[in-house]
């Protein structure tokens, strides 16, 4: 029985209780490898594939294309040719379904994000997992939040802690952003490594939030352990001027999908209520003024005010980037010239967006890179 | 995030504006929870307790309890808003706007208009609508369309806890006279409401669900009853697109276009009577700009012409019901030319 392997629902993002399937992209009888894409699941706030963790043959689809299910429902089961139907009927009869989530447990408070006070601000943070090994901090970019690591946190708090952050000015945290530069950035991640009392970390950075990766970095070198730049800012002058103020100024609904669409490979990931829940971040009192505020620090007249790449050469730790191929808001040319000097993970039919866009891909890259420099 | 009740959203949008700006006033029968009554001062916090703490934190300087006299606070609420002020003033039913209607209507709706855009009204009126309570004729009104006509006025009728503070505070920060509608059986109804201040831009619509059959566009209270209906049609196998507009003025036009042209079919939901409506306004609006895309007539689900009923089992019948609302849907669903 122990080769018979379930696959189920996931939970991306912390309110997800149930999942749509569209469709499934592999039959029965197919088999496949790690990462491969089995079916496409719709929720509430998003679209996307459901990769497969391991290989193996698809034997039966329980979940058929157009049901709704709970996090956890069993959707299709997977075994070698060798085991007989009769046991593969068993184990869909005695699969255990989970309760249906009541409305009160959908936001389960250990898996729920939280204020603290951290460097004297009020910063939100999700902190999952735990063990001994090193934990891992996840900073997300300009005008996003800790929503940004939905797929990624979870898989990767299954081996160690995981913590994601909303920077100042985003998400649940406090709108002052001071200056809105790299140092104020930088140095509400090093509030963050203090108010959790962490010593020793690895730092993984999303466009923006790369850059500050860089940075905490350069300014304390011994608690870092490695740095994992996904799509980063910081490592050469191009960027989507067009797209930076564009986000900035957006207030209306019916101007956002065309805006964010640049962010991606496939539009359709872009759902309606990830831009609702954009719309309502952004429509906070003070929000705009804060963003306006740091594109100017960052990003003024469509260029990129940072050059981090000589901070990054005289670093002595572990590096690697990622970046998708068809990125239009940073070129995917920053991370083909460090190719000849760190290990540089390009990923095709991916934007700006690779750790949503291709998840489980980016998931294995981290894991594996953590691992190896705990 | 923590949910709140319409009536906390309210509540919220006003004290935190208040703290904000010092010129915003808060003007109205009952408000200070009735000056002049035994007993504790604001023990009510207004007919709704909407304005629960308000007197307490701001004083009677700018929480001004009223005779019951609309005329007199609509007066000196107009007066106060062409002179620096920012009132906010409590029309407790909307159906009394008869008795005020020349300050609103003819006065603070024309004043940047007459006075070549020199003169700002920066005025919210505040007032209940809807049927449901069996209030009776004179109680139970949804005059929105009415205020709608008038240009000059802006129009609000929220559906829901969340967008009923951010539009508040959008109205409160609005230069123009906005009527604000509030729908009384829906005071409790509760949704995620961020504790921070927000807006939300007037004449931007709601799509509370995506579908590609039949657009609804409905508002307040039906916004509900057509998602019931949406629900149960669903698994039928029709889709519905459901649109609340939120603000009936400014409207967004747009948003209803692209979605009927998408759709070919639409119905309107709307708890007020029948004749020169919103509901007929929406129908004129598609009727007009989208005449190519219809695939079946258009549906107006609304109150008969008729005054709102006393009788529970009368007034049930006279409001739009999801079962009303759904049975209109498959008729534009299975309409063939």
């Known amino acids: ?374 | 995030m923590p949910q709140k009740s319409i009536r906390q959203a309210l509540n919220e949008a006003l004290a935190q504006e208040m703290r904000r700006d010092p010129r915003i006033i808060v003007i109205g029968e009952d408000v200070a929870g009735g000056a002049g009554s035994e007993g504790q001062r604001d023990a009510y916090g207004g007919v709704l307790g909407v304005t629960k703490g308000l007197f307490g934190e701001f004083g009677e300087s700018r929480v001004i309890d009223t005779p019951i006299t609309e005329s007199a606070i609509m007066g000196a609420a107009a007066g106060a808003a062409v002179t620096g002020l920012r009132p906010v003033a409590e029309l407790m039913f909307s159906d009394f706007f008869g008795v005020c209607f020349d300050q609103i209507f003819n006065q603070a709706a024309k004043f940047r208009y007459m006075f070549g855009g020199k003169a700002t009204t920066p005025l919210v009126i505040r007032t209940m609508i809807g049927a449901g309570r069996s209030a009776a004729a004179q109680h139970s009104q949804s005059p929105y369309g009415i205020f709608t006509s008038v240009p000059g006025l802006k129009c609000v009728v929220p559906s829901n806890a969340y967008d009923a503070k951010g539009l508040l505070i959008s109205a409160i920060r609005d230069d123009d006279p906005v009527i604000f509608c509030e729908h009384k059986l829906m005071y409790d109804l509760r949704a995620e409401v961020p504790d921070e201040p927000y807006t939300i831009p007037f004449g931007e619509a709601n799509i509370v669900r995506d579908g590609d059959d039949v657009t609804i566009v409905a508002l307040a209270r039906m916004v509900h009853y057509a998602a019931e209906a949406a629900e149960a049609l669903a698994k039928e196998g029709i889709e519905i697109e459901l649109i609340d507009p939120r603000t009936t003025s400014p409207l967004d036009e747009d948003t209803i276009l692209e979605s009927v042209e998408r759709t070919g079919r639409l119905v309107i939901v709307d708890e007020a009577t029948p004749r020169c409506s919103f509901a007929t306004d929406i129908a004129a609006l598609v009727a007009d700009r989208a005449f190519a895309a219809l695939k079946a007539p258009i549906r107006r689900v609304t109150a008969p012409h008729t005054p709102v009923p006393f009788s529970p089992s009368l007034e049930k019948l006279y409001i739009p019901s999801p079962e009303k609302i759904a049975a209109a849907v498959r008729e534009v669903y299975g309409y063939a030319k």
């Open chain 1, 1 to 374: 029985m122990t080769e018979i392997t379930a696959i189920t629902m996931p939970k991306w993002g912390l309110t997800m209780t149930e999942g749509k399937i569209l469709g499934w992209l592999k039959q029965e009888g197919d088999s496949y490898g790690a990462g491969e894409e089995l079916l496409e699941i719709e929720t509430t706030k998003i679209t996307n594939v459901f990769e497969a963790s391991d290989p193996g043959i698809l034997r039966r689809i329980v979940g058929a294309a157009g049901a709704s299910l709970p996090v956890g429902a069993l959707l299709a089961v997977s075994a070698p040719q060798s085991v007989p139907d009769a046991e593969i009927d068993a184990f869909v009869a005695g699969f255990a379904a989970p309760e249906p989530a009541a409305e009160a447990t959908a936001e389960d408070t250990a898996l729920a994000p939280r204020e603290i006070e951290a460097g004297g601000r009020r910063l939100r943070v999700l902190d999952l997992g735990g063990g001994s090994a090193t934990p891992v901090v996840l900073v997300h970019g300009f005008g996003a939040d800790l929503n940004a690591w939905m797929f990624n946190q979870p898989a990767l708090a299954g081996s160690r802690r995981a913590i994601a952050l909303d920077l100042p000015g985003h998400g649940g945290s406090v709108k002052v952003v001071g200056a809105g530069d790299a140092e104020i950035f930088a140095g509400a991640v090093s509030d963050v490594l203090a108010a959790f009392d962490l010593d020793r970390v690895h730092l993984v950075g999303h466009s923006m939030g790369g850059a500050i990766a860089i940075e905490v970095a350069r300014q304390q070198k011994e608690r870092v352990a490695s740095l994992t730049l996904i799509a980063s800012a910081g490592l050469g002058p191009e960027i989507n001027g067009a797209f930076i103020d564009g986000f900035v100024r957006l207030q209306r609904r019916r101007e956002a999908p065309e805006l964010l669409a640049a962010l991606v490979h496939d539009p359709a990931l872009i759902s309606r209520a990830m831009i609702e829940e954009l719309l309502r971040y952004k429509r906070l009192d003070g929000v705009d003024a804060a963003l306006a505020t740091i594109a100017r620090a960052w990003f003024a007249q469509g260029s990129q005010v940072l050059d981090l790449r000589p901070a990054l050469a005289a670093l002595s730790l572990p590096v690697q980037v990622i970046w998708g191929h068809d990125d239009r808001i940073i070129p995917v040319a920053h991370a083909e010239a460090l190719a000849g000097t760190l290990p540089v993970h390009i990923l095709d039919q991916v934007g700006h967006l690779p750790q949503m866009e291709k998840a489980g891909e980016v998931n294995r890259v981290i894991a594996r890179f953590l691992d190896a420099h705990d």
